[in-house]
């Protein structure tokens, strides 16, 4: 980890791209374990979206990868509000310890707020998805039992 690390820029790289790992990839290199694990786990709730667009909603593997990229888009809205809210001092500590100090600005302000605001739509329609998803599908299985039922009586 070398070089001079803007906050502004990982804010922003954590809100637009968290989900493939970017910002992970500029503060620790293309060696960090975890920005890929992010990006494969946005590669698979994509995969999600894929069966959801081609085969419908009700494709079980749609309903279940589909909330995984939900849930990785709002963790890198997260890792953004993290990283935008991390005091200066603190933030040139961690990743300027002795290079330039870096002082957030509005463009900072704005990625903090848009992370907030759209990382949490996001999270709120993953678990809205998903629980609908779930509870159709409990639903819908439990149905035939109900009419064999009403059948025997």
């Given at each position: 980890?070398?070089?001079?690390k803007?906050?502004?820029?990982?804010t922003?790289?954590?809100?637009?791209g968290?989900?493939?790992?970017?910002?992970r990839?500029?503060?620790?290199?293309f060696?960090d374990a975890w920005?890929?694990?992010?990006?494969?786990?946005?590669?698979?709730?994509?995969?999600?979206?894929?069966?959801?667009?081609?085969?419908?909603?009700?494709?079980?593997?749609?309903?279940?990868?589909?909330?995984?990229?939900?849930?990785s888009?709002?963790?890198?809205?997260?890792?953004?509000?993290v990283?935008?809210?991390?005091?200066?001092?603190?933030?040139?500590?961690?990743?300027n310890?002795?290079?330039?100090?870096?002082h957030a600005?509005?463009?900072?302000?704005?990625g903090i707020?848009?992370?907030?605001?759209?990382?949490?739509?996001?999270?709120?329609?993953?678990?809205a998805?998903?629980?609908?998803?779930y509870?159709?599908?409990?639903?819908?299985?439990?149905?035939?039992?109900?009419?064999?039922?009403?059948l025997?009586?």
């Open positions: 980890m070398t070089g001079y803007s906050k502004t820029l990982a922003w790289l954590a809100f637009l968290g989900g493939f790992g970017l910002h990839f500029y503060l620790y290199g060696k920005g890929w694990v992010w990006a494969v786990v946005t590669l698979v709730g994509l995969q999600g979206l894929r069966l959801h667009l081609t085969q419908g909603q009700d494709h079980h593997g749609a309903w279940l990868l589909l909330p995984v990229l939900g849930f888009l709002s963790a890198g809205a997260l890792a953004a509000l990283y935008g809210l991390m005091p200066d001092d603190k933030w040139n500590a961690r990743f310890p002795a290079g330039p100090e870096h600005g509005w463009l900072t302000v704005f707020v848009l992370s907030l605001l759209v990382g949490a739509g996001i999270l709120m329609s993953a678990i998805f998903s629980a609908q998803r509870f159709e599908y409990d639903a819908e299985s439990s149905e035939p039992q109900a009419n064999s039922e009403r025997s009586q």
